[in-house]
């Protein structure tokens, strides 16, 4: 089944919106069978519901351990899977685990029509991770303004500096001691606290 | 010269000495310069060591001899020179299947609670009752396919008279959903390394039924896993880990150091946890019921002592003779001598100048069930259980 209509494409993740990024790549491209599981309970029984052609999961998933049942051969199994990931392709591999993601394909699809789907996983996986870092960085920005805006405070007050005398302080120092602003300002605000 | 390596961890009591030999400097004394590399999934690390992400790898036993023979998965040859335990899961069950079994056994509990085959009896018995009622079949958590978790629980329930894959269901279960699953009344019991078995203890809500070395003796548990290319290209690098990781088991093995090997082991960014739970580990002395009930046990977990480390190929060859009997594997005179060779005890006789002797006779894997183990007769060994799915 599914050579020739669109393969049915079950994600496992838990970070919903990784998933729905994954899932809209996927549509864009025209794979319209996508399906998304992210409770990760009876994880077998649900992938046996969805009766998927191929499954993406993400490397940070302890229940990728759980898939490798679906290589067993048990009566719970009606039809064998088989891992995408061959020795032909290193390639691809290193590029996936790079990434964080793996991909398995259950028996009967042609191996050809997967590459398009792991090469569209591979580049929404980075780019999510992208998105985050960027977000973490913003993140981290926004704290350091705090914190240099508080240790600002604390020189004027103490040193009777103006705000622009007081960043100055700040930056020449960090630039002496080969450190960021950020954690010069911190290491103000550590004292201040233990000399109040 | 240093060396640097990336070796692969699962955060369990059993990469205790990988983590020590980085810790305690006995790596750095060898020039060697390791990162460990925390884990999610023997999948994982199975995938990472296979393409050459690692260097080496904390490995269970079977996924080497699985790797080797491409089982289920794609073919990568790997050697184990280093075993980094032995024994050490437990089975622990919920509240309700201990009173159940404790109920069916014939005879008195203070006796049985710790023989085997009068709890696997037991059990049989609470599956044939639950089929008269119509009960959902019992449903029990193991870590992965090719694991000596599976092949201890499938031996252990065989022998009482259960059939592993008709009267119960075995599902694979990530070592920290075990505890959870357990609790929510998903699984029924498990078999599991430590820390988890205890944790379910302390949390009231498992009881540890048994020790796997009531089932077995001396069972390979987690090797030090290496490409076999590797290991060609790279001897000395090898010998030195291996001589490493000996330093480190041996001062794990010293009593007066095991509070301090807890404390290592319970860093964050290793195992993490509770010292007092791990160190009850190491000493195999383990709070069994929440009622406050310990158990000790010499045999427990060994990590290099009694010539534990010694990777012998006859328990490579159980091994197979598991993988054989439960189906994974049709049995053929080559790929058990394939399998045999990936415990290379000449590698580690050779890294540690030690006159190659075997601490194990070939009878010495000490089930309590079936004939003593035969690695020249594996047909003739599993014709002897009754219960199996060998495919020829």
New interface residues.
């Given amino acids: 089944m599914g050579t020739e209509s669109s393969p049915k494409i079950v994600i496992v993740d838990e970070s919903p919106i990784r998933a729905a990024i994954l899932e809209e790549g996927l549509r864009e491209a025209g794979f319209t069978s996508v399906a998304h599981i992210r409770e990760m309970h009876s994880l077998l029984a649900r992938i046996y519901a969805l009766d998927p052609d191929v499954i993406v999961i993400d490397l940070e998933n302890p229940s990728r351990d759980v898939l490798e049942q679906m290589f067993q051969v048990s009566r719970a199994v009606r039809r064998p899977v088989a891992m995408f990931v061959d020795q032909s392709d290193t390639a691809s591999i290193q590029a996936s685990v790079d990434a964080g993601v793996s991909a398995y394909i259950v028996d009967g699809l042609k191996k050809e029509r997967l590459k398009p789907i792991l090469d569209l996983c591979i580049s929404r996986f980075n780019a999510f991770a992208k998105l985050q870092d960027e977000l973490e960085r913003a993140r981290s920005a926004l704290e350091d303004r705090k914190v240099i805006d508080r240790a600002k405070g604390i020189l004027m007050r103490m040193k009777g500096l103006t705000e622009d005398e007081a960043y100055v302080l700040l930056r020449s120092t960090a630039m002496r001691e080969k450190k960021k602003i950020g954690e010069i300002a911190q290491s103000v605000l550590t004292a201040s606290e233990l000399l109040k | 010269m240093t060396q640097s390596l990336r070796i692969g961890f699962i955060p369990l009591v059993d990469a205790a000495a990988l983590i020590v030999a980085v810790d305690k400097g006995f790596a750095a004394a060898e020039g060697l310069d390791i990162t460990l590399v925390r884990e999610?999934?023997?999948?994982?690390i199975r995938?990472?060591l296979n393409?050459g992400?690692f260097d080496a790898a904390h490995l269970l036993a079977p996924v080497a001899i699985a790797s080797s023979l491409g089982l289920?998965?794609?073919?990568?040859p790997i050697v184990a020179p280093f075993n980094l335990s032995l024994n050490g899961n437990a089975i622990t069950v919920s509240p309700a299947l201990h009173a159940a079994i404790l109920g069916e056994l014939a005879g008195d509990p203070r006796d049985l609670l710790t023989d085997p085959l009068a709890t696997a009896q037991a059990l049989s018995r609470v599956v044939a009752a639950r089929r008269k009622q119509g009960a959902e079949p019992l449903t029990l958590g193991m870590?992965?396919?090719f694991s000596t978790h599976n092949y201890q629980l499938r031996f252990w329930m065989a022998a009482g008279g259960v059939d592993p894959?008709?009267d119960v269901?075995l599902?694979?279960?990530?070592?920290?959903?075990m505890v959870d699953?357990l609790a929510?009344g998903?699984v029924d019991g498990f078999c599991v390394g430590a820390p988890w078995n205890s944790i379910a203890v302390d949390l009231g809500i498992g009881h540890i039924l048994h020790f796997v070395s009531d089932i077995l003796v001396r069972a390979a548990e987690k090797v030090l896993a290496v490409r076999r290319n590797w290991s060609e290209t790279n001897p000395q690098v090898l010998a030195a880990l291996i001589r490493a990781a000996t330093a480190a088991a041996d001062f794990i093995e010293q009593p007066q150091h095991r509070a301090e090997v807890a404390r290592i082991l319970a860093q964050p960014e290793h195992i993490g946890g509770d010292a007092d739970v791990l160190q009850r580990t190491l000493d195999g002395r383990l709070k069994i019921s929440p009622d406050g009930t310990y158990r000790e046990s010499s045999r427990y977990l060994l990590v290099g002592r009694e010539g534990a480390s010694r990777p012998e190929p006859v328990q490579a060859a159980w091994l197979y003779a598991q993988m054989v009997r439960w189906?994974?594997a049709s049995f053929s005179p080559e790929a058990l001598r394939t399998a045999q060779q990936v415990f290379r005890s000449d590698l580690y006789d050779a890294a540690l100048g030690r006159a190659g002797k075997a601490a194990t006779g070939p009878g010495d894997i000490g089930a309590f069930a079936g004939p003593a183990f035969d690695a020249n007769d594996i047909a003739g060994h599993l014709a002897a259980f009754k219960i199996g799915r060998r495919?020829g």
Wanted: hydrophobic share 35%; charged share 20%.
């Fill in positions: 999610v999934s023997w999948s994982n995938d990472k393409i992400l289920g998965h794609v073919k990568v870590t992965f396919p894959d008709e269901r599902v694979v279960l990530p070592p920290p959903f699953s929510n998903h189906g994974q495919c």
